[in-house]
């Protein structure tokens, strides 16, 4: 019931409220065409003074319209700007990218010609180390030659500093042998003259023993060596001028537990004391068998005593020559007084030593 009485209520709201509308629908255009009569002289006043005014928008809208043309200029040349900006801006942010750029791109450039320059000083070094190189190795190959040459200079130098000194040892030695020389020859004729006083003694004794064999023996010596003295008299002998007098000793030989050397010429005059010691004592002991004398020895010859024959004074000294000579002579007198052939041998008309024999006593060995 409540329900209907409100819609009842809202339906005569609705239609009061509609009544009410019509109304005033109804008395306001009657108001407002008074109201306009009213009103017109006054809005033909506002619209002569509003003519203006409608004017000047209208004059503001021409001015505009060439403005509101101008606008899309203005646009596109802002745009144009605005771009430009842009570009410039890009440009600029571009710029140093350009500039790292460029120096790239003129390194790029640059590098063949920098590679070719640095290969070009590569070139010029190595040329330079292997000019350098080829220099070393002449300097090399020419450094033994240099060497050579100077171990050659510094030889003969060292030669000829040793030559003169040789020179000065040999002068010395030279003036030692002949002072020695000397002394030999002033030795040996003094020892010929006190043989021959006692060849006096002696000839006297063997014709008292009437020794007729060993008489004409010992005459026969004495004849020999004298003329030996004669010879050798006569013949000047230049010390200088022999080449074996000052040669060095090559051969080494001993005599009593003592070692002695000589050279060529004095071995060979070793040799010739031992060969004519035989051959005097062979005919020595000869002489003695055939005056059949009991009492032979070798050792009361007058040749044995004496031993100097065949000693000239040069090479060696005249003990060294008589021990020799009595060895030979011992040996030939054994052989003779015996009438064999123990020690020696007969050839072309001459004795002579066996060599075995020889090697006994007189052991020449080379040094």
């Known amino acids: ?36 009569n009213k009103d017109k002289p006054k809005q033909e006043k506002q619209q002569k003074g509003q003519q203006p005014a409608k004017q000047q ?37 571009q710029q140093p990218a350009q ?19 640095a290969q070009q000083q590569q070139q010029v070094q190595q040329q330079g180390a292997q000019q350098q190189q080829q220099r070393a190795q002449r300097a090399a190959r020419q450094q033994p030659a240099q060497q050579q040459a100077a171990q050659q200079q510094q030889q003969v ?18 003036q030692q042998l002949n002072n020695q020389q000397q002394q030999r020859l002033v030795l040996y004729r003094q020892q010929v003259q006190v043989q021959d006083r006692l060849w006096i003694q002696r000839s006297a004794l063997l014709q008292q023993q009437r020794r007729a064999a060993q008489y004409r023996f010992q005459l026969g010596y004495i004849e020999r060596r004298r003329q030996q003295i004669l010879d050798q008299n006569v013949s ?44 005097e ?3 020595a002991g000869q002489a003695d068998r055939e005056d059949r004398w009991r009492n032979a020895s070798y050792q009361s010859s007058y040749a044995y005593q004496d031993a100097n024959y065949g000693y000239t004074g040069y090479y060696v000294s005249q003990s060294e020559y008589s021990y020799y000579f009595r060895q030979g002579f011992q040996r030939g007198y054994d052989d003779g ?19 075995a024999v020889l090697l006994t006593f007189l052991n020449l060995r080379s040094l």
Do not use: C, H, W
């Open 157 to 174: 130098q060292q030669q000829g500093a040793q030559q003169q000194q040789q020179d000065q040892r040999l002068s010395q030695q030279r």
């Open 337 to 355: 007084y015996n009438s064999r052939s123990q020690y020696g041998s007969y050839s072309n008309g001459s004795y002579s030593i066996l060599d």
């Open 57 to 93: 928008p209208q004059q503001r809208a021409a001015r505009q319209q060439p403005a509101q043309k101008q606008q899309p200029a203005q646009q596109q040349q802002q745009q144009a700007a605005q771009q430009q900006q842009q570009r410039a801006q890009r440009a600029a942010r």
């Open 281 to 283: 004592g062979l005919q």
């Open 1 to 36: 019931m409540s329900g209907m009485k409100a819609d009842n209520l809202n339906r005569m709201l609705v239609a009061m409220v509609i009544s009410a509308v019509a109304a005033l629908g109804m008395s306001v255009p009657t108001n407002a065409q008074q109201q306009d």
């Open 99 to 117: 500039q790292q750029k460029q120096p790239a791109q003129r390194v790029v450039r640059q590098q063949p010609a920098q590679q070719q320059a």
């Open 236 to 279: 000047s002998y230049d010390y200088n001028n022999d080449p074996n007098f000052y040669s060095a000793a090559n051969y080494r030989y001993s005599r009593g537990g003592t070692y002695y050397q000589t050279n060529q010429y004095g071995a060979n005059l070793l040799r010739q004391a031992v060969s004519y010691g035989y051959e």
